[in-house]
């Protein structure tokens, strides 16, 4: 412990004699004073000093406890823009805010130092700040520094005034320096944190252990169940996202030892359960992860052997198909106005319609009539009069039948009763004679003056509130048309009038109005559509894969078959409708729905037509980066062997100090926790510790059914979609890189493809701006800046293009344009992909495709040798002698025999005869964070805790009762990206994804780790 009493420093101090002379020389009055001098006195003096600054050190030494404690509780790694947290700097906050802490509680503390002998008192002070500036002095008088390992904590607090008073008058005053050290390990825990960040976010060459760690487990996982895929096993999916959480779990797990000495506990059980579930024996065997062995050999084998794979092969394999696309599609077409179906807007039109009637029902009750007079021949009719009259009787009312949404604003029944009298005038000769017939109907006339809602494909229900302000929006709903309803009794003379002009066959004309919408509706409506496509987009079938191959299926008819089985559920039509705003929601959804349904009803049509055309498309098939991710995966393996002999030195322990690790979630899983089950996150938040992504670049049928199989651009069009041409690039790209440039066919080739595809990428981009202008108010300065912007991330033509086939562009410019997680965002990103799926259908954007396939073809051929050694060693190393047996002769039969597709996977170097192997790729991207992550200290020193949850920290440092923001201690948090290749040799099934599934998303991938709703469900804003 290093440490140094005030009264052991005599800097800046006066001596007592020296004052004495300098007193007795300036002033008379002292000189008369001194003859009476008390050496008591100033040996009171001298000791309430010594006293004093006793006291202060010990001020000052519980000062320092008092904030590290507090900062080790909420840390503060990123500052706010506020007075406070402007002190703090960006590169080092979390110690900044401990020496401001330190300052501010050594200014409280040693306000309590006083030390009074007689007439003698002596204190020790820190100004108090009272502004920016003066609290910037308060933290500038304080330095830090960490000694043994950061266990213990050295602060130099400066400017410390002690001062003595006798008599009211100060008699000696100093201003002193404080060092002193504290065995607090609040630096050994902020530190080790960030270093155990800085391994979960680095990559493998920069010391980034989760990196080593899912690489290599990922790599050892993929070939174990990609070669028990070639020889039959039952595996569907060789890379999952569950293969990658698990990896990701034990790659933290091993950070946590190498940093921290120690492991979560919990965490080290769940993981051990997570693998128990996903059957993984093999991958946490590659980890390193503490206690791993004795995990792994608890676990079952992760797939049937060579042998039973052999003789069971299985045929009830299936696969998922997605709504998907389609949704996306529905979607843009709804708002957009596309196509024939009714348009968004027109909808919301339609529901805030109606028209303003009197409806009636008329019943004749009763009719009498005189019988007629016959006066014979001899008279003749001369003269006809028929005079009319009626009376109403009001009744029971009785509302007319109407529609369900029909609403009544007012009724009335009432009885008519109608009297007519004819009186005919007969004369005969001279003589003249009268007759008179009376007829009386009596007609019940049941009124009502109604609000008739627009037809809609939304179902019919009652509306309510419907004619008077509120609902979900607080609208206007129909309250104009029900004063327009009124009007059109009140003008025709009321009920009674009505009754009469009904019975006599006049009723009113029927009016259309509109209701006003209510403010807010658009952006309400088009959230909920968004939520509703999104949840679209994910409904799957399953079904048969041998079928699905086979063509005995037809995975978008069930799709729509289901859709259409569900249609009432998703429209989600309540009981009554909140408002006419409720209506207008829900007859979107209806109208969002059956646009789904007929795009699924023509990919139907399409697949049925072109089942054929999948098999065919898949030989095309082209792979990038082979190379780099085979060194990407040897440079991990070797930094997993540096690392795992870093922990195995252990840290921490030499200075009598253990950190123990405490995560919360104690295992990162893709799934969504609730909000209420974190005890740092929002109760009414969706919780997504992880989030994860595999791509897997070669299924069946290869690439986008839009591009490669539903368009004709096999036929006599002799053009290959975008994306093929770019992969076939990248392959080529690859290859060269492989084989140091060394072919001149394949450079040649090269080059030419890649002006090809840079050439047909353009319509994309003026689609893209196309977009931005027809649906941003940017100008076309900020277009352009957002299109650079966006697409710069990739920098080579081939990426670029397949960017454009593949959504990341579109997310790109989406997210640089309205920002991440925005609905406008959301919108704006399916609105590009669609531009780009449209535009992909033209001739320009396309690639000639004896230019690509020769590419292709060299391509492969180049590669045979380059792969040929990795292939071999990799499955004379991944498998059993059984296993190599089987493949030595599966090679041997196939000799000499014509080329055979493969149903995943790409034949790698096809030469007359045979093909080499068969190679599948991956993309693996993982990102993750705590909720909180806690470290505790224990030991040989103040127990600590050291805890990071995204919690606001605030200080209130002026005492005006307002605690200031100073910053947030951020999540601890991190993403790792990692290729992943798998050889295996010819037929079979190759090796590949299987299961329909070639983009494997996480359930929270969209919108990244963390949470659903808004302010990242933090609980303590």
């Not at 906050?93 to 300052?103: C, E």
């Amino acid at each position: 412990m290093v440490s140094m009493r005030l009264a052991d420093d005599n800097r800046g101090r006066v001596p007592f004699a020296l004052l004495g002379v300098l007193l007795l020389v300036g002033s008379a009055t002292f000189s008369g004073a001194l003859a009476g001098h008390d050496p008591v006195a100033d040996r009171r003096v001298d000791d309430a000093m010594d006293r004093a600054t006793a006291q202060a050190d010990a001020a000052v030494r519980a000062a320092v406890g008092d904030a590290a404690r507090e900062v080790a509780a909420n840390p503060v790694t990123s500052p706010a823009n506020t007075t406070v947290g402007r002190l703090l700097s960006d590169e080092r906050p979390f110690r900044d805010y401990l020496r401001l802490r330190i300052a501010l509680a050594a200014t409280e503390r040693l306000r309590a130092v006083s030390v009074a002998s007689g007439d003698v008192n002596a204190t020790a002070t820190l100004p108090r700040p009272t502004n920016e500036s003066t609290l910037r002095e308060a933290m500038d008088r304080v330095s830090i520094s960490g000694r043994e390992n950061g266990t213990v904590l050295v602060a130099t607090v400066e400017n410390v005034s002690v001062e003595v008073v006798r008599g009211g008058r100060t008699v000696a005053a100093e201003s002193v320096t404080a060092t002193v050290g504290v065995r607090t390990p609040v630096l050994a825990l902020h530190d080790r944190t960030e270093a155990f960040e800085r391994r979960l976010d680095a990559n493998a060459l920069d010391g980034g252990t989760l990196d080593a760690t899912v690489t290599t487990a990922l790599w050892a996982s993929a070939w174990t169940r990609g070669w028990s895929q070639y020889v039959g096993a039952p595996v569907d999916n060789v890379v999952s996202n569950e293969h990658a959480a698990l990896a990701t779990n034990a790659g933290v797990l091993l950070a946590e030892q190498q940093v921290f000495g120690a492991t979560d506990a919990d965490a080290r059980g769940a993981t051990g359960r997570a693998a128990v579930r996903a059957g993984a024996q093999s991958l946490l065997s590659q980890t390193g992860v503490p206690a791993a062995p004795e995990l792994a050999n608890a676990l079952p084998a992760p797939n049937p052997s060579a042998e039973s794979a052999a003789n069971e092969i299985p045929t009830n394999r299936t696969i998922n198909a997605s709504v998907d696309s389609a949704a996306d599609h529905a979607l843009v077409g709804l708002l957009d106005s596309h196509g024939d179906a009714p348009a968004y807007d027109d909808v919301v039109a339609d529901a805030h319609r109606a028209t303003v009637a009197v409806e009636a029902d008329v019943t004749v009750v009763a009719r009498s009539n005189d019988p007629p007079v016959d006066l014979g021949t001899e008279w003749e009719l001369v003269d006809t009069a028929t005079e009319a009259s009626s009376s109403v009787e009001t009744v029971a009312t009785r509302t007319p039948a109407l529609e369900a949404d029909t609403i009544v604003v007012d009724a009335g029944s009432r009885i008519v009763t109608t009297s007519e009298t004819t009186t005919r005038t007969w004369r005969r000769g001279n003589e003249t004679f009268y007759t008179e017939e009376t007829t009386e109907t009596k007609t019940r006339v049941d009124l009502a003056a109604v609000v008739d809602p627009a037809d809609l494909s939304a179902p019919a229900r009652p509306i309510d509130p419907a004619v008077e302000p509120g609902g979900a929006l607080a609208g206007e709903n129909f309250a104009a048309a029900a004063d327009a309803a009124e009007d059109a009794v009140s003008t025709r003379g009321g009920f009674d009038d009505l009754a009469r002009d009904v019975a006599d066959g006049d009723a009113p004309d029927p009016r259309l109005t509109t209701a006003p919408t209510a403010p807010g509706l658009d952006n309400w409506i088009r959230a909920d559509l968004v939520a509703l496509a999104d949840r679209v987009k994910n409904r799957s079938v399953t079904a048969s894969a041998r079928r699905v191959a086979a063509g005995e299926t037809n995975l978008a008819a069930e799709l729509a078959s289901d859709l259409r089985a569900d249609r009432r559920e998703l429209v989600g039509a309540p009981a009554a409708y909140d408002g006419v705003a409720d209506r207008a929601r829900v007859a979107v959804r209806a109208a969002y729905l059956d646009r789904v349904l007929a795009t699924l009803d023509r990919r139907a049509n399409r697949t049925a037509a072109a089942t054929g055309a999948a098999d065919d498309a898949s030989t095309d098939a082209a792979i990038g980066s082979l190379s780099e991710a085979v060194r990407a995966e040897a440079v991990a393996r070797a930094a997993l062997g540096e690392t795992r002999a870093d922990g195995a030195n252990g840290t921490g322990n030499e200075t009598g100090v253990r950190f123990v690790p405490d995560a919360d979630p104690m295992y990162l899983s893709l799934g969504g926790l609730s909000g209420s089950a974190m005890p740092t996150v929002s109760r009414g938040g969706t919780y997504h510790p992880l989030v994860a992504r595999n791509t897997n670049l070669f299924t069946l049928p290869y690439g986008d059914a839009a591009d490669t199989v539903l368009e004709p651009v096999f036929g006599a069009n002799r053009r290959v979609p975008l994306r093929v041409a770019a992969r076939a690039l990248l392959a080529a790209d690859s290859t060269l890189a492989a084989t140091n440039g060394t072919n001149e066919t394949l450079a040649d080739r090269r080059d030419r493809l890649e002006t090809a595809v840079d050439r047909s990428t353009v319509p994309a981009e003026e689609a893209a701006r196309d977009t931005l202008r027809a649906h941003t108010d940017r100008s076309v300065t900020e277009r352009q800046r957002i299109l650079e912007r966006a697409l710069g991330e990739w920098d080579d033509p081939a990426h670029r293009a397949l960017a454009v086939t593949n959504g990341s562009a579109a997310r790109a410019i989406a997210v640089e344009t309205a920002g991440t997680g925005t609905v406008e965002a959301d919108l704006l990103e399916r609105r590009l992909d669609e531009a780009f799926r449209t535009v992909r259908r033209d001739r320009s954007t396309t690639v000639p495709q004896r230019l690509t396939n020769r590419t292709v073809e060299t391509t492969r051929s180049a590669r045979q040798q380059a792969l040929s050694d990795m292939a071999t060693d990799a499955a004379m190393n991944a498998t059993e002698d059984a296993v190599t047996d089987r493949l030595n002769d599966t090679l041997d039969s196939r000799f000499g025999k014509s080329f055979k597709r493969v149903p995943a996977g790409m034949p790698v170097a096809p030469v007359p005869g045979y093909w080499y192997a068969t190679v599948n790729v991956w993309d693996v991207e993982v990102a993750g964070e705590f909720a909180q992550f806690r470290v505790h200290a224990r030991g040989d020193a103040e127990s600590l805790t050291y805890a990071r949850d995204g919690s606001v920290v605030a200080l209130d440092w002026d005492d005006d009762g307002v605690a200031e923001t100073v910053g947030r201690g951020d999540r601890v948090a991190f993403d790792v990206e990692t290729a992943i290749v798998v050889a295996v040799p010819p037929s079979g099934v190759g090796v590949g994804d299987i299961d329909g599934d070639a983009d494997e998303r996480s359930e929270g991938w969209a919108g990244g780790p963390g949470c659903t709703v808004a302010a990242d469900c933090r609980a303590n804003e």
